[in-house]
């Protein structure tokens, strides 16, 4: 859903991004994993996603094995510990202006990735199949298909409003309207050839 709100939101972006597509892969083709190195601004994109919406406010909890110390903080043995990562995305030493989405920012290649999937040797252990997997996802929609905003009923484009909605564990969005169109009837055929091809 974060995915799909950028996209709305941030139409520049998503062109940027299917040209660097259609460029580097041809003007009607799915991507694939050994692909992904040549697309590096499809990579910031999602990047910039994972930063500006994280899923999960904080990263998987971690337990301290010993007493310690850290920054003048006592830390007791047995202590859940819990990552704040919406709090890290947020940083403003470390990504300026934290509310506005700008995929260029991670061209630069000293800038961290948000840890979604946790630190060090605790890290999760399905975090590249899990990357991985998103790769696939948000490219192979950004290649088929063009999100936009709803029309009201006389037609007219309307502005989409975000809104954040309550939840304990995830950070959601509540539900909004958007147009997804296929970028060419050419987009529509490659889809049903994959999609009968998988059967």
Known sequence: MSFVAA???NPEVQAKAQLELDTVLGPCSLPTISDRERLPYVNNLISEVIRWRPALPTAIPHVCLDDDKYKGYDILKGTIIFGN???ISRDES????PETFDPERFSDPLLPQVPIFGWGRR???GASFGDASVFIAVASLLATFTFSNANKAGGENMHTKLENTSNSLFLELKPFEFKLNLRSQAHGELIHK???ADQ
Request: aromatic letters at 12%.
């Open 7 to 9: 996209m709305v939101s």
């Open 85 to 87: 990562v919406w709090s």
């Open 94 to 97: 470390i990504y300026p202006d």
């Open 123 to 125: 890290r999760c252990p």
């Open 194 to 196: 994959n999609c009968d």
